[in-house]
């Protein structure tokens, strides 16, 4: 098992921590739990800004600025980066300004390249969080967790929580980013020399297969893997095969790096 942390505002020495978690949207560290209970070395989920115990953004946001506040939290030295849905964008930010920090990326659920029809979607769903916040969230609740699920009812709830729980200016700000980031990072992911891994599941409405292709076509070398069954929130939904493709990549590329996995 791995030792896990989470962090809000400081970093902690490379030494103790190689994998890094970056979590979505109006979520905070505590969504991957159940991913790192799973991983066979140390981990740490930080809380983007304006979320969990990070203070609330009162200003509009880009996903460089987003970036910038993640990049002073992380741990010393080169990370095995993985990011969530707007996590995911911030940490193919990194990947591509920052190469130094990022040993390795892994975009999981992420947005990428959306078309004319993807973008009006989300706009349509940023313009409803800001005329109806807690319609907006239930909203996502029921794409994320349809009827059928496997997901326990109390992750559920915790999830609702979580999200009713967020300053509703602080929201808007980063989903504004979420909904917009991906055509700021989109010209530049072919700059990314990090091994990358894109995936999500088959029936994510919103961060599809065919994004995760996309953004495997724009980073070379990096794969896309599509999980069988599953939805958008893969790191409660279906940890385990997460975790199996996540060290499946890191495996790939590091298995001959000193220490890796030990």
């Known amino acids: 098992m ?16 190689g ?39 009162r200003t509009p946001q880009t996903l460089a600025s987003l970036a910038d506040d993640v ?22 930010h990194l990947a591509r300004f920052r190469p130094d920090r990022v040993r390795s990326l892994a975009c999981v659920s992420s947005v990428c390249r959306r078309t004319e029809p993807e973008r009006a979607a989300v706009e349509a769903r940023l313009r409803t969080a800001h005329e109806a916040f807690v319609e907006s ?7 994320w ?19 009713l729980a967020n300053d509703v ?8 980013v979420f909904a917009r980031g991906d055509a700021e990072i ?26 995760s292709r996309r953004l495997a076509d724009a980073i070379p070398g990096a794969r896309a893997e599509i999980v069988p069954g599953a939805r958008h929130m893969l790191p409660l939904e279906a940890p385990r095969a997460l975790v199996a493709a996540l060290i499946t990549h890191l495996d790939h590329h590091y298995d001959t790096r000193e220490g890796a996995f030990a």
């Open 137 to 143: 969230a239930e909203a996502s609740i029921e794409r």
């Open 71 to 92: 990049l002073r939290r992380l741990p010393d030295g080169p990370v095995d980066l993985v990011g969530f849905s707007l996590g995911a964008l911030i940490a193919q």
């Open 19 to 57: 994998i890094v978690l970056l979590h979505g949207v109006g979520l905070d560290h505590t969504m991957w739990r159940a991913v790192q209970d799973l991983l066979p070395r140390a981990s740490v989920a930080i809380d983007l800004p304006g979320h969990g115990a990070q203070p609330p953004l």
């Open 169 to 176: 200016e602080s929201y808007l700000h980063a989903y504004a």
């Open 186 to 211: 989109a010209g530049e992911l072919s700059g990314i020399t990090a091994p990358t891994l894109a995936v999500t599941g088959e029936l994510d409405p919103g961060s599809t297969p065919d994004m």
């Open 145 to 163: 967790y349809p009827a059928g699920t496997p997901v326990p009812a109390g992750d559920i709830e915790a999830t609702r929580r979580t999200l």
């Open 2 to 17: 791995s030792t896990n942390a989470a962090l809000g505002a400081d970093a902690v020495p490379a030494s103790e921590t």
